[in-house]
């Protein structure tokens, strides 16, 4: 295998499973008013279909580490690929939402072990010099997932029927299941730890009880009474996790890595950065079509161009860190990102549609280069040894920042609609929900922003080290001070 085979073909493999992914995800966005209709449920409802998916991401990634070390990382990500295919068929044959939202549930089972068992593939088998460059190959193949899924999903659903857009996905996955096989190497630890089973214990059923408690909230579906209980039961659960977590040498999820502030940094603020951001592609369907009285079609349309922005900024975004680097980047364009998630308040029916798109295009760019940075930036001082651990940690928090954020984005709208008085959804309702969603993002400003001038220093060049050097200079000349 040839050194630049292993830095570009290895990651455009691992990113297949990816492509499904994001593919699926935008696909079902679009298509949801109309699956709505169809399985006579809420909008609102439907959001379940959404949010029970990432809930099962969250539940089994914690696992995905010890699996990839015990298993080899190969037979993991192979058979997370077979998973989530078998599910995306049971959701192309659902009925009604009971299994629509059970059929979500496998595929968040496979989905699961994809992202984090993929990165894991990558940062074991790519140079760390070369991390930022291999990040970004990942996740070009993964970003043609959004810039397809909207127009693609919209057309489907306009034109044929919703329920073709799950099985669009078989023939990814077998091409996927093959170019493994074939190419991937069979990437695991000497020794395995000792698999975590009080701690799978108590986080999966924490995180499963207590984000379904979130989202169950104003639903109406069951008791106020019940929705404390299942959040409180949820929320108990995971704070004795964390005291059992801080007791054992290998937990499942190691918050340990959270002293490394490179990690820090790159999973929390990360988190906060797309908690609001993840709610995007819940509300702007609803905007677009419920709100502006367009198709599935013409909603897709509007929306692909976010995509389009991201796949261009992953061409430039390793030069970009390189010159300024990872703390600069950071906070400026979290300031950007955040402005361009709340920015479609500003968008009437009559608002012209290339400028709509050219909006989403900008705000593609920007989010880009922020996902691609603190993607890279988590491990860039995370040990080898512990990389297993660090991507399932990271990749939980990435998961369960998508569930907060559309629960967040449902229960503003909800608010915002009992605030109006009525039952129906329109325009009007929601101006506030995505100045609320803007400001989460931007909150993800008070961890980079404590990040060191120097931040992440192993992956960069000196080009890139000399430009933080006046930073860094101007905090001893503080420091001096004080």
Known sequence: MTELFRRNFIPLIVATGLFMENLDATVLATSLPAIAKDLHSNPIHLKLALTTYLLALAVFIPASGWMADRFGAKNVFRAAMV????????????????????????????????????RLIVLRTIPRGDIINAIAWLTVPALVGPVLGPPLGGFITTYFNWRWIFWINIPVAFLGVALITRFIPDTREETSSTFDVRGFLLIGPGLSLFLTGVTLMGLGLVGRDVVLLITLSGATLLAVYVWHALRVPAPIIDLRLLAIPTYRAGVVGGFLFRTGLGAGPFLLPLLFQTGFGMTPFQSGLMTFMTGVGAMFMKTQAAAIIRRYGFRRVLVANAVVASLFAALPPLFTSDTPALLIVGLFLAGGLSRSLQFTSVNTLAYADVP????????????????????????????????????????????????????????????SILFFSRLAPSAGASLLPTEALKAAEPAKEAARLREGHL
């Open 83 to 118: 998973v989530f295919s078998a599910g995306s068929i049971a959701c192309g044959l659902s009925t009604d939402l009971g299994s629509l939202v059970a059929a979500r549930i496998l595929q968040g089972m496979g989905g699961a072990m994809m992202a984090p068992v993929g």
């Open 384 to 443: 080898a040894e512990r990389l297993s651990r660090a991507t399932s940690f990271a990749a939980a928090l990435q998961e369960l920042s998508g569930s907060v954020g559309v629960t967040v984005a449902a229960i503003g709208l909800q608010f915002v609609q009992y605030e109006r008085g009525g039952s129906a959804i329109d325009a009007a309702h929601f101006p506030p929900v995505f100045v609320l969603i803007g400001l989460v993002s931007a909150t």
